[in-house]
């Protein structure tokens, strides 16, 4: 309970320092013209959100960081293993988040406006630093597990876990990444994702971890503060591409990482949602000379966008999904 108390509370605190820390980085934002560039096929409302402040994954990492560092620091300078443990966590969520900046400066800056990094240099170095992650979790915490709902044990993976960590931890990343297109929508589905391992955490005794989890989710709270629709500041790849792979380290810490694309639903279906519709428009051009497709537009949000919907409806209904998904996650692994 005590452990519950602290975590809640920490959450509240990074709430706090992230929301008074936010609105000085929006000013700095749009003092550099750091504005989001808007894609022309777009449904035409997005238009309208041309030039707002991206990069706001600078809003949740900074006061994450800083947070949890000073939380173990003690632990550190003794060697707490338990302590220590956290440091692979959050350098994951520096490194994909730096990498994440990268990509939305060029997409401000580059060649290609709007762009970003070419999709194979992206992915190169996404799986070099899931590389990273894995031998770190592998080969310094000794995590090489699989556990499943309803069985009383653990399967040990062996040196088949590498590349089983590295997949998941690029495919949190880019699943996150894909669902930030609407105000909310991924900000939501990460808190809800983070809060649901930090309860898993928690029922596992990795009192660090759970306080982790939580100190992400106050911020990604004050984050939502500003990025409620009409959106003051956009997530970006800064924030994006951080919070999937950080939350794939999470996943794979308590061992129930096989219940993660349950719990991240919505993101799962939006990333698998643009492969369907990328190569069923490649197969059918090579087969008829004619691409066609599944959806109106992909990722999945904007499919349903024109179909009708309003943002704040698609954005409502997909965390309700997530949150309902995310309730059964926890569920299962109580079994």
């Known amino acids: 309970m005590k452990d519950a108390t602290i975590a809640l509370a920490l959450a509240g605190l990074t709430f706090l320092i992230t929301v008074i820390w ?6 700095i934002l749009r003092r550099f013209r750091i504005g989001k560039q808007i894609r022309i096929d777009e449904p035409q409302h997005h238009q309208t959100k041309m030039g707002t402040p991206t990069m706001g994954g600078m809003m949740i990492v900074v006061p994450v960081l800083l947070i949890s560092l000073l939380l173990n620091v003690v632990n ?7 302590g220590r443990s956290i440091l692979l966590p959050l350098a994951v969520l520096t490194a994909y988040t730096l990498l994440g900046a990268w990509d939305d400066w060029l997409g401000l800056s580059g060649v290609a406006r709007g762009e970003g990094m070419r999709g194979r240099s992206l992915l190169f170095w996404q799986s070099l630093l899931a590389l990273g992650a894995a ?10 597990t699989l556990a499943l709902p309803g069985v009383p044990f653990y399967y040990d993976l062996g040196l088949f876990y590498i590349p089983v960590a590295m997949f998941v931890i690029v495919g949190g990343s880019n699943a996150i990444n894909l669902t930030d297109g609407l105000d909310g929508l991924a900000g939501l589905l990460s808190a809800t994702a983070f809060a649901a391992y930090g309860v898993i955490a928690l029922l596992q005794g990795q009192v660090f971890l759970v306080r982790f989890c939580f100190t992400l989710v106050g911020a990604l709270f ?9 959106a003051e500041l956009f997530m970006g790849g800064s924030g994006s591409y951080s919070l999937g792979a950080t939350l794939g380290v999470v996943a794979l810490m308590t061992g129930q990482w096989v219940l993660l694309p349950l719990i991240i639903i919505m993101p799962i279906s939006v990333a698998l949602s643009v492969i369907i519709q990328v190569g069923y428009f490649k197969l059918t051009r090579r087969l008829t000379g004619q691409g066609k497709r599944v959806f109106k537009m992909s990722p999945l949000h904007l499919h349903f966008e024109l179909l009708g919907w309003s943002e704040t409806q698609v954005v409502q209904r997909f965390w309700l999904v997530g949150l309902l998904a995310a309730m059964v996650g926890v569920g299962l692994a109580l079994l």
């Open 22 to 27: 936010g609105g000085p980085l929006i000013i």
């Open 135 to 144: 031998l770190g979790l592998y080969f310094v915490l000794g995590i090489d």
């Open 222 to 230: 004050a984050f939502l503060w500003f990025n409620a629709h009409p």
């Open 76 to 82: 550190l300078v003794r060697g707490n293993t338990s």
